[in-house]
């Protein structure tokens, strides 16, 4: 690669290598894992930059669905190490949000509770804020199967963090 390639690819990373890593990450739950997926991500660019098309999607759309690729072909081929409780216990999801705070580390583990499908879409569409198609071609499910899963995924995070809601106090109400 020329100076102006790796300068090029630097920026790239920069952009794109958390996001990437932050949903490897979610669905493998091993730091040593995600960042091995996402640095066989950008490997895949360099090693086969026509892979991408930017006609067909936008290169953090196209990364996530490498890496959604990855960690599919490391679960089939060792998936009781990358499904262990003991893994996942030993090594908490990273988090850009305040771990402390009791809501926040709630609203985490009602999101690790969902099934993996759910989670997965939610984690896409809400906080790496792709489209509808782009979560889809991530998932490489149709767009209303995303549709189903985000619905499903939404109610049973209302349902687990019922315990959120402040009590409503009612005027009027007997006592």
């Not at 262990?84 to 771990?99: C, G, H, I, T």
């Not at 583990?109 to 759910?118: D, H, I, K, N």
Request: with cysteine; aromatic share 6%; hydrophobic share 45%.
């Amino acid at each position: 690669m020329e100076d102006a390639e790796l300068t090029a690819f630097a920026q790239l990373y920069d952009q794109h290598a958390k996001a990437v890593y932050n949903y490897a990450c979610l669905l493998i739950r091993s730091i040593p894992d995600a960042e091995d997926v996402t640095q066989e991500c950008f490997l895949a660019l360099v090693r086969k930059p026509d892979a991408f098309d930017p006609a067909r999607s936008q290169l953090r759309t196209w990364l996530l669905a490498v890496a959604h690729n990855q960690v599919n072909q490391r679960r089939r081929r060792a998936p009781a190490s990358l499904l262990s409780d003991d893994e996942r216990d030993a090594q908490p999801l990273p988090e850009d949000l305040l771990l402390s705070l009791e809501r926040t580390e709630t609203v985490r583990r009602a999101l690790e509770s969902l099934p993996s499908l759910q989670r997965e879409a939610l984690y896409l569409f809400e906080i790496e804020g792709l489209t509808l198609a782009e979560t889809a071609q991530v998932l490489a499910i149709e767009p209303n199967a995303v549709k189903a899963r985000l619905f499903r995924g939404r109610e049973n995070m209302k349902r687990l963090l019922e315990p959120l809601r402040p009590a409503l106090s009612w005027k009027g109400a007997a006592k």
